[in-house]
């Protein structure tokens, strides 16, 4: 699982680098405030595999407010 948190024409490089290896990838909004970009990377299981076909994990909110990891697949 890759965090990118690049935007535009860097992002779809960084995201196209990602799949092209085999990961997924996690966005990650630079406008976001550092302690909600940090909530979103502590939730996020960057160092455990991804299944094949696993494209994006999304955060979002979920009823507590606190980021909750959904899967979409290519």
Not at 3 to 25: H, I, K, N
């Amino acid at each position: 699982l890759v965090p990118v948190e690049a935007r535009g024409a860097a992002f779809v490089e960084e995201l196209t680098r990602a799949w092209d290896q085999g990961d997924a990838v996690l966005p990650v909004d630079p406008r976001l405030p550092v302690p909600a970009r940090a909530a979103v990377l502590e939730a996020a299981p960057l160092d455990e595999p991804v299944e094949p076909g696993d494209a994006l994990v999304v955060a979002t909110s979920g009823t507590t407010g606190e980021p909750k990891l959904a899967v979409l697949t290519h």
